[in-house]
């Protein structure tokens, strides 16, 4: 089902300054489609699930583009990759040469050429012995200017430019970043919907009816929002309508609940032209209209195509116009 919010949302994807939907990180820390939330109501469920599902579908396409870790602590994105302490997990160290002692291979200060009392050895502070200027060894350490500690194994760090602390890359949230793009068959997909939406407004206008498109029914006690809305005052007539690529059950169930409760009378409008054989048997029980799109064209005349059969299709006839919209 495209709701009426989906299908504003997606229409911005037809303006000239936006060709793609870009992602952001709210104060929470979680991803946000902004231009696409506004546009959702509230049933929509989420911009991520929404987008998510109409890429499933075809009519977006998902490129990935980064991904970004969020502090667990301010919730601010971008924290950066360090190498830190393993003792004090500062950040604050760096990769230096400097010798060692060979036995135990502890990092010691290389005595200055000028520095007669130690000129021939190197005291090492970790097994107090005396190193000979020619037994050291030089080599690649990790140093800590904070608790001045040196290792050949630093920890892997994130820390936060906002905070700033620093944490395990496990403990931060990792949030992946996509762009949705909308491809040459949702293009398609946008035109049947909005024409379709359209050819059905005006078919309504044209008997006597004043209609409205992507609103909530007037009468309605809570935002109900549907693809068309047309209404007769003098006769006290009311249909709400909604346009689908090929409608499920909860399509027909949710647009009847809405027709009950403004007292209107429902019309689903698929743009592929048929149901599945469970669907249609809803449309009757709850006495909803099934009409067609195709080429622009509004029909009548349907196809049901049997759940789990063969590949037959079963033509069957709705008088669009004598059972919901003829005037006497």
């Known amino acids: 089902m495209v709701s009426p919010g989906k299908l504003r949302a997606v229409s911005e994807l037809h303006r000239d300054d936006r060709d793609a939907f870009e992602p952001s990180i709210d104060e929470t820390g979680d991803v946000t489609y902004p231009a696409v939330e506004r546009h959702l109501d509230e049933r929509d469920g989420t911009a991520i699930d929404v987008l998510e599902a109409m890429a499933d579908s075809g009519v977006l396409s998902s490129s990935f583009e980064h991904k970004v870790y969020v502090c667990p602590n301010c919730a601010a994105e971008g924290m950066q990759y360090s190498t830190g302490c393993p003792s004090c997990s500062s950040v604050h160290g760096t990769w230096e040469t400097t010798v060692v002692h060979p036995e135990c291979g502890e990092p010691l200060e290389e005595p200055p050429d000028d520095d007669a009392a130690h000129a021939d050895a190197s005291n090492c502070p970790d097994c107090d012995a005396d190193v000979a200027r020619d037994d050291l060894e030089r080599g690649q350490h990790y140093r800590c200017h904070d608790c001045d500690s040196w290792t050949d194994s630093p920890v892997h ?150 759940t789990g059969g063969d590949d037959r299709l079963l033509d069957r006839v709705r008088s669009f116009v004598s059972s919901s919209t003829a005037r006497s």
């Open 157 to 306: 760090r994130l820390w936060c430019r906002e905070c700033p602390r620093t944490y395990p890359p496990a403990e931060a949230r990792e949030q992946p970043l996509n762009r949705y793009y909308l491809t040459s068959a949702g293009e398609r997909w946008l035109a049947d919907q909005q024409d379709a939406r359209r050819s059905l407004a005006q078919a309504l206008e044209s008997r006597g009816y004043e209609t409205s498109v992507d609103v909530s029914p007037p009468a309605a006690e809570t935002e109900l929002p549907v693809h068309v809305y047309a209404e007769d005052d003098l006769l006290d007539d009311r249909i709400v309508a909604g346009v689908h690529d090929s409608p499920d059950s909860e399509d027909v169930r949710r647009l009847a609940k809405i027709a009950r409760e403004v007292d209107a009378r429902p019309i689903v409008l698929s743009t592929n032209g048929s149901v599945d054989e469970g669907v249609a048997e809803i449309l009757d029980a709850e006495d909803v209209t099934m009409v067609s799109a195709t080429g622009g064209d509004l029909s009548s005349e349907y196809r049901v195509e049997p």
